[in-house]
């Protein structure tokens, strides 16, 4: 909870644990780089400006998901994580890849960090090694850090009460196994291309959708107020929940952020159940704001 940068989640949690640090979002809907430099190295960079002003002697890891799913489905830049790794290699500060959404095949790559050809340092996984059958969750370490635990003369001694629970894992290992058979990455690729396109073509045009976007089974269509300024709507007016409502009546349950709403379909949806998502979704945004 100390680590998340969604400040709306930590009142409930406080006071919270002392020493993590957030920095801004690549988002490229939004964010703004300075001129002479591309966005997606300028948002990197604010990770290297945050290491030199704690001391980088004093900073353990970076963590952050490939795509931020809560965050409304935001792909970084082609350019930010390779000027992560590298930036994290310079400082000797470990790069740690959040799968917890974006694993086991739901981007159209086993792991989201393959999209950009980075290898992460430590990888957090959870739902999808299950299908969410089961509550399993996890986490994965490269060799030298491997390595460094299993050579210390100090043990590094940890446990907790469900650890490797035999049910868990066997759920994990045949779900697992069907994924392979059944090239989940491979469909969510090129299902994913499918609803996104079709997205587009509905929605795009619609003079209060700001940017449909998508990686793979996770999609996101935002919405605002003006499409020249990206000004987004009043938060008094709920739009993103009327919308919600909407979908919901039409038959469309997803999850929002903000005037952000976002889609992950399972990996197993026919291309009709693709199309109801499209149909109901341009419904629904008409219903609310009116035709394009």
Known sequence: MSATGIG???????PLVPGFRQIPSPYPYRYEAPAGISPGLAAANELELAIQEEGPDTVAMFIAE??????GVLLPQDDYFPRIRAICDEYD????SDEVITGF?????????EHWGIEPDIIQFAKAITSGYFPLGGIGLNDNIA???DESPTPWMHAYTYSAHPVGCAVALKNLEILEQEKAPQQA???GDYLLSELQ??????????EVRGCGLMCAVEIVADRETKEEFPVEEKVGARLNQQATELGLFSRLRGDVFCLAPPIISSTDTLDQIVTILHQAITHVLGDS
């Open 201 to 210: 073509t509905a929605l795009s045009d619609h003079k209060n959708v700001g």
């Open 8 to 14: 709306s989640y930590w009142p409930q949690f406080e």
């Open 66 to 71: 490939p795509i931020q799913g809560a965050g």
């Open 93 to 96: 500060v470990l790069l740690v």
């Open 147 to 149: 390595s460094t635990l």
């Open 105 to 113: 095949g739901r981007t159209g790559k086993w792991f989201g960090l």
């Open 189 to 191: 690729a090129e299902k």
